[in-house]
């Protein structure tokens, strides 16, 4: 039986290029006679039965906008195995017949628990800025993100050339290093330090110090947040200790989450949620679409769950050789 009527939804931490994703999915589905619904706050919608119809006209002028139109969410409620029963409940009483997920490995946990429980049909499609999503090469947002962090990252620099001085620029990522390599090497690095890519104190200094002998007089650390921010200022204090080398800090924050999407998440976005749509009224249930090389591929959420997507070491050593 073909699906008249499909729910979306943002859920996780918010990434650049969802709005574009909502847009994507919501004109697809009405060009083939389907109804959508938006669910709001993600989970948390879900549970309390936030949802609104979304027409041809919402979307537009949200293409270039960040955050999501749908807002956003953790729910804790939704762990639990009766709460995702009234989550379905809720879903059956709109009518709603599959849905369409955008966010990152712990939404899709969610997703793939109403599925294997209540049969409710989802494909998922991949929005993080930390690009840790097993499956695919890239994630909505991290594009964004990336670029975001780097124009923080060449004013710093501006200064630390200015003053002769040494630089931690703290970037998000939390376990995943992907923001942090890439930052690295773009913008030119010395050191980049990631939950991949763990080095001491002391070989920091000495390559510091090293540095300074072949007549560098300023240089950029980048490091992952870690478990939680300020990771950069424990970092700085022993570096001074150490070598007695004075390291400024900056902490980008939040800022990496938010702002216009690039061309590249926008058409990323729209590619990702318009297979997406085009799978689930297709019957291919519980999967994931992600993109491998510059091909989109469907992969199943019960891989994508329970796999990690691990950091690109390379580029933290081409990073270490040119930055000489």
């Not at 499609?125 to 690009?131: E, K, V």
């Not at 980049?192 to 920091?204: C, H, M, R, S």
């Not at 491998?292 to 997507?309: A, S, Y």
Request: charged share 25%; hydrophobic share 40%; aromatic share 4%.
């Amino acid at each position: 039986m073909s699906m008249k009527r499909i729910g979306v939804y943002t859920s996780g931490g918010d990434a650049p290029g969802m709005n574009p994703a909502i847009r994507a999915v919501v004109r697809t589905a009405i060009s083939k006679k389907v109804e959508v619904i938006g669910i709001l706050h993600g989970y948390v919608g879900m549970i309390e039965n936030v949802m609104k119809p979304l027409q041809m006209r919402d979307m537009a002028n949200i293409i270039q906008r960040g955050g999501t139109i749908l807002k956003t969410g953790r729910s804790m409620e939704f762990l639990k195995p009766e709460y995702r029963a009234v989550a379905a409940k809720n879903l059956q009483s709109q009518g709603i017949e599959g849905l369409i997920c955008i966010g990152g490995d712990g939404s899709f946990k969610g997703a793939q628990a109403l599925y294997a429980e209540h049969k409710v049909p989802v494909v998922g499609i991949p929005g993080t800025i930390d690009n840790d999503v097993y499956g695919t090469d890239d994630t909505i947002g991290f594009d964004t993100a990336v670029n975001t962090a780097l124009q923080a990252i060449d004013k710093i620099r501006d200064t630390a050339d200015s003053h002769d001085r040494i630089f931690i620029a703290e970037v998000m990522g939390r376990n995943s290093g992907w923001i942090a390599s890439q930052v690295g090497i773009a913008g030119g690095a010395e050191e980049i330090l990631t939950a991949d890519n763990v080095i001491t104190v002391d070989k920091i200094v000495e390559n510091l110090k090293a540095s300074r002998a072949r007549g560098k007089t300023s240089s950029i650390i980048i490091t992952a947040e870690g478990q939680k921010p300020g990771r950069a200022y424990d970092l700085a204090e022993a570096i001074r200790k150490k070598s007695g080398l004075d390291a400024k800090v900056c902490v980008l924050g939040h800022q990496q989450r938010g702002g216009s999407p690039t061309a590249h998440d926008r058409i990323l976005a729209s590619r990702l949620a318009n297979a997406a749509v085009e799978g689930l009224l297709a019957g291919r249930h519980n999967t994931m679409i992600g993109v491998q090389g510059d091909k989109l591929v469907e992969v199943p959420l019960d891989l994508v769950t329970t796999r990690e997507r691990t950091g690109d070491k390379s580029l933290i050593n081409l990073a270490r050789v040119l930055s000489v």
